[in-house]
């Protein structure tokens, strides 16, 4: 298959606004995928390389050859040409790599270079999310669409559920299971503004877990192989020994854990997040562990335990084999309540303790892989949204030369984009600004000498005392007295909060 006819269906999905048709449009390139291309085909319609990390930044892109006047360029070519630059390293590898680039894109249509260039920048926002790929994978393999998505949870890996699925059908697709060593997409919680609501939504008697101020880990060991996953499904294993240490010492032989990992001080209380978070970033290809405290784990389910697949049992089973399997040390605090008091009592008791809140659970609910349901409430103390910088402003003053005011964006599942909510440079540290400035400095896609449009992929935690209707904006809301709490390295854009989460808060009373 031509490249081009991969550009050109993602120029004709964005186009397009309606699903179906989008659907349509993606299926019908599958289609036409040979099958040793479905794998770079099906990234490239996603959005994505095939190849995580190729080495090529924003300033690669910049001085281009001419385009090609004719299309001579496939889908295999193309994921050949990216496959060589991904691995060059060494001496000279700069010049290597520009030699390369600049042969792919010299080889390649005006059509075919645009595309190129949004995928190398991760730029390419044509509404053709994971979700809308996956139906548009049933549609074209003729398999139901509820096998395609929880294959697609259970691997992580959309390419391999759409080789799997266009080449060997639906029976293959029910052969994906949970496989220890390979982290599957962790269950979401959606929020409530108390604990009465959390409640409501997960009826009584329900579990109470403390929500830990630390980073989601998904822990995977087989025999003496242990691997830790961050929930963007990051392999982090290398950065956390003492976590490995811990789950290596277990009187188990496999086992798959989700929990959290925190830094904690001389009182056992946490300490910031921002440092618990530099233990696992891995940006800037370092393995080894960065300097700061140790992170302590503590699990709070329990996905696969010594050959058996626990995902589809109730959770109450789940976290009564936890609890067998791994010493009290290691579980997050937990509780059984029958009331709003008794919730509300434990809301209070993780606060005092330094924790973020409490989650709420249906013990009776399975874990649901990827999805944010009413079976897992989160509650926390304060309006709090995870969002995405859009863009940032150069600071005056005193901030002058530091990169300060943050536009702030909610995610529109509708699009697949952002829609923006505000600004705001409240909360911000000196080491924060310090840190933000570098951090946009490498996502800069354009600098006007005021504003510096970034590529949307940083998230942020923001405070905020409430929602109002505002025509400056594009969604007609704007937070009121937003300020940062903190950066999640560990959470991509794709689970930021969405415009409807913020609409659905509401006016503030008065």
Do not use: C
């Amino acid at each position: 298959m031509l490249f081009l006819d991969v550009a050109a269906t993602s120029a004709a999905v964005t186009a397009t606004s309606g699903r179906k048709a989008k659907i349509e449009l993606l299926a019908d390139a599958l289609r036409r995928l040979d099958p040793d291309e479905l794998a770079a085909g099906s990234a490239y319609l996603a959005g994505e390389l095939r190849q995580r990390q190729t080495g090529v930044g924003y300033a690669s892109l910049r001085d281009l050859p001419a385009p090609a006047a004719d299309a001579t360029l496939t889908v295999g070519a193309v994921d050949a040409a990216i496959a060589e630059i991904a691995v060059v390293a060494g001496t000279g590898s700069q010049a290597r790599r520009r030699q390369l680039l600049g042969a792919l894109f010299g080889a390649a249509t005006a059509d075919e270079q645009r595309l190129l260039v949004a995928l190398f920048g991760g730029e390419l926002r044509q509404g053709a999310q994971a979700g809308l790929l996956a139906d548009a994978i049933a549609r074209a393999a003729e398999v139901p669409v509820t096998a395609v998505r929880r294959a697609l949870l259970l691997s992580g890996d959309l390419k391999h559920v759409a080789v799997t699925a266009l080449t060997r059908g639906a029976a293959a697709l029910a052969e994906i299971s949970l496989r220890v060593g390979t982290p599957l997409t962790p269950m979401l919680a959606q929020s409530a503004t108390d604990v009465s609501a959390a409640l409501l939504a997960t009826g009584t008697p329900a579990t109470v877990d403390v929500k830990l101020d630390g980073i989601r880990i998904q822990v995977h060991r087989s025999d003496d192989d242990v691997a830790v996953f961050t929930r963007s499904l990051d392999d982090i294993t290398t950065r956390v020994p003492e976590v490995v240490a811990a789950v290596r010492a277990l009187p188990v032989r496999d086992i798959v854990l989700d929990g959290e990992a925190m830094a904690l001080d001389d009182r056992g209380r946490p300490r910031p997040f921002q440092e618990t978070s530099s233990r696992a970033m891995t940006r800037g290809g370092g393995t080894a562990p960065s300097a700061g405290p140790a992170l302590t784990p503590y699990f709070f389910d329990l996905l696969h335990l010594d050959g058996t697949d626990l995902l589809d049992e109730p959770g109450r089973v789940r976290w009564a084999a936890l609890a067998d399997a791994l010493p009290a040390a290691l579980l997050v605090g937990r509780r059984t309540v029958t009331s709003e008091e008794e919730g509300a009592a434990a809301f209070a008791e993780a606060l005092a303790a330094g924790q973020e809140g409490v989650m709420i659970k249906a013990p009776e609910a399975p874990y649901d892989v990827g999805r944010r349901g009413s079976a897992w409430v989160k509650v926390k103390p304060r309006h709090t949204l995870d969002l995405v910088v859009l863009a940032v402003e150069w600071g005056h003053g005193r901030r002058r030369g530091w990169l300060s005011n943050l536009h702030l964006g909610a995610r529109d599942p509708r699009t697949g984009g952002f829609v923006m909510l505000g600004k705001t440079f409240k909360g911000l540290t000196d080491e924060l600004l310090r840190w933000q400035t570098e951090r946009f400095k490498e996502l800069a896609v354009d600098d006007n000498g005021w504003v510096v449009t970034v590529r949307p992929e940083q998230v942020v935690e923001i405070a905020f005392d409430g929602v109002q209707t505002s025509p400056r904006y594009p969604g007609g809301v704007a937070l009121r007295f937003a300020r940062v709490l903190r950066y999640r390295d560990d959470k991509p854009a794709a689970e930021a909060d969405t415009i409807d989460m913020v609409k659905a808060i509401g006016m503030p009373a008065g």
